[in-house]
Structure formats: structure tokens, C-alpha cells
């Protein structure tokens, strides 16, 4: 099976309500590097991730993944994500299940291991707390063995211990061979899980730059703001 990267965006815009969110970006992603999005409020980081993703379609320009079935290669983990009304272990069953995957309960056992929620297994997922739900929500995405992961805000709102535990479950995944795609509000953490950075400023790509660069030498006004705190975070 061919690999599905690298992935391409050509001059792609995307308006909704009669306002450009998108506005000609182009780029190409290829495997490897750890890329992280940044930009201020409303620069349309989460729209990008998603049209990068599939669960929106550009107003204009293209985008196009090398290899076939990209959809069922690649999975993203949401800010805020659904649980499904079942155990832990059960939401990444029926994941796999889904894909057609074999021997689902034993990836799905080694997948909760890998995120470090073995002990909580059988509990409804529902009720477990904001961290654990994303590292199930890391691990139900994971299990898939997705060529690339796009995680949009993976730690938002947790405190710093559960925050550190969701890095250490990105740091696998990445170390496994999966192509880490984020959007983060938090500098710190774009410094350590981040190889090269995708600057994103009123809609368009400001900047792509090594992520030591990037926050040493910003190429823009804009992003010399931005580290700065000058501009407003999400």
C-alpha cells in the first residue's frame, strides 16, 4: 500500500457567511516533521486543520493527498471529544470494528496501555475526567494506525499533569511513525512536540519556518507579535 503523503494544498480559500476564513493558502506536507499551526484568534487555524482533513470543502483551490483512500489513513482528535455511551475499551472497539479491522479488542487493550488508561478500561468513558477522555479519545484514533494524526487543541483546558500526559501520548504516537499535525494555543508546548511551524495571519500562511527559528528569528511582523503575546491567543 502506497503512502498517502505528501499532502497538498494549492491556493485553497474557504468562505463561509461572506467572509474569507481561508484566504490562498498553499503548502505541501510530507512525512516526518512534527507540524504545528499557530496563529491568533480567529486566523483560521481549525478551519485549515479541517480542510486538510476532509470535513470541509475548499471554496476554491485544491487539495490532494499522493495515495489512495486517504480517508481511512489518516484521523484527527478534536478539541472536545465524543464519547461514545459505552466503556473505554468499547469506544475503540467499535472503532476498529468500523474500519474492518481483526483482533480489535486486543489492539484496542494495547492501544489504552499505550496512553496509559489500562486501569480505567471498563469504565464508562463518559465519566472519566477532561484528560483521560482526550487520551481515549488519542487512543480510539491511534489504534487505527493512521499514516497521519491532525489534533486540534489536543490540551486545552487541562490542568498541567493531565496536560503533560497527553505530550507524552503525542511523543509515542510520533515515535511510532504517525505524522503529528496540531494546532496549539500554548507556546511552550509548540516548542517541545513541534518540528517546523505553519504561522497562520488573518487567513493566510504568514510564515513556515524550524520551530527554533520561528520563535528566535520570526520572519514577520505579525509573528514577532504573536510570541510576543501582542497578538490575541485563542
Do not use: C
Request: a positive charge.
Amino acid at each position: 500500500m502506497s503512502a498517502i503523503l505528501p499532502l497538498s494544498l494549492r491556493d485553497v480559500s474557504f468562505t463561509a457567511g461572506g467572509r474569507t476564513i481561508i484566504d490562498r493558502v498553499s503548502f505541501e506536507l510530507a512525512a516526518g516533521p512534527r507540524t504545528v499551526i499557530l496563529g491568533a484568534n480567529g486566523a483560521g487555524k481549525s478551519v485549515l486543520m479541517r480542510l486538510m482533513h476532509g470535513l470541509l470543502t475548499p471554496s476554491q483551490g485544491s487539495i490532494s493527498w499522493q495515495g489512495e483512500n486517504p480517508g481511512r489513513r489518516q484521523a484527527m482528535v478534536f478539541q472536545r471529544p465524543v464519547m461514545l455511551r459505552r466503556s473505554a475499551l468499547a469506544n475503540v472497539v467499535y472503532a476498529l470494528k468500523l474500519a474492518g479491522t481483526r483482533d480489535a479488542g486486543k489492539i484496542a487493550i494495547a492501544a489504552l496501555a499505550d496512553v496509559g488508561l489500562s486501569q480505567i478500561a471498563h469504565r464508562p468513558a463518559r465519566v472519566l475526567s477532561g484528560g483521560e477522555q482526550q487520551r481515549l479519545a488519542l487512543a480510539r484514533a491511534w489504534a487505527l494506525k493512521p499514516e497521519v494524526l491532525f489534533l486540534d487543541e489536543p490540551t486545552a483546558n487541562l490542568d498541567p499533569s493531565a496536560t503533560r500526559e497527553i505530550e507524552a501520548a503525542i511523543q509515542k504516537v510520533h515515535a511510532g511513525g504517525t505524522k503529528v499535525v496540531m494546532t496549539t494555543h500554548n507556546l511552550g508546548q509548540a516548542r517541545r512536540l513541534g518540528d517546523e511551524v505553519l504561522f497562520i495571519h488573518q487567513g493566510r500562511l504568514a510564515e513556515r519556518s524550524p520551530v527554533e527559528r520561528f520563535f528566535k528569528q520570526p520572519g514577520s511582523a505579525e509573528a514577532e507579535a504573536f510570541i510576543k503575546g501582542e497578538l490575541p491567543w485563542v
